[in-house]
């Protein structure tokens, strides 16, 4: 088995594709080495001590390097890891854990109180990053994640290697921002929560 690496946006995040699906739908961030106990995979990587993220997307895994670890050392712990989960055909959760899909936003408390007479606007707005914005974001190693509409004002969460990347802001500010406002007239601004 052979794993590809690509650099993303972000430096401190490298993105590794196994050539084979690693999630069949929806995508997972771990942010903390806690979270990462619902998936054996994400806890090894989290047990080299030098990571801070671990994003499983659709065919990918982003790892985002601590501050001061260097890539040289870590990626060939993190292939290894990567090589022996996938040679195994360990499961990726747990068993009776809540694996498979991203949190909905109204577990974690961050969804902005939608209004039904937004239900069109919210509509458009989620085709958008569905069909537009999530593959490329996917593309870069990471997610966006919808968090509501509200007044004009979309709520989004950047995961994965876009959640550190340094131009983060200038992807929902001009890229994102701009995309939305010029297909839904009713948007005004784009934040990240």
Known sequence: M???TETTPNPAS???????PV??????????????????????????????NVFF??????????PGANWTDLKPQVLAILLDHFVSQAP??????????????EEDGMLVEER????????????????RVRPAVAGDGGDIQYRGYRDGVVHLQMQGACSGCPSSTATLKH???GLLKHYVPEVVEVRAA
């Not at 997307?57 to 601590?66: E, I, L, M, N, P």
């Open 2 to 4: 052979f794993i590809e």
């Open 14 to 20: 490298l993105k590794f594709l196994p050539g084979q």
């Open 23 to 52: 999630m069949s739908k929806g995508t997972r961030e771990f942010a903390t080495p806690e979270s990462a106990e619902a998936s054996p995979l994400a806890q090894a990587i989290f047990d080299t001590g030098e990571v801070v």
């Open 57 to 66: 997307g659709s065919d990918f895994v982003t790892v985002t390097a601590a």
């Open 92 to 105: 990726l959760f747990a068993p009776g854990t809540a694996g498979g899909i991203a949190v909905p936003p």
């Open 116 to 131: 039904d007479e937004d239900a069109d606007i919210i509509a458009q707005i989620n085709e958008l990053l569905e069909t």
């Open 175 to 177: 890229g994102i921002e």
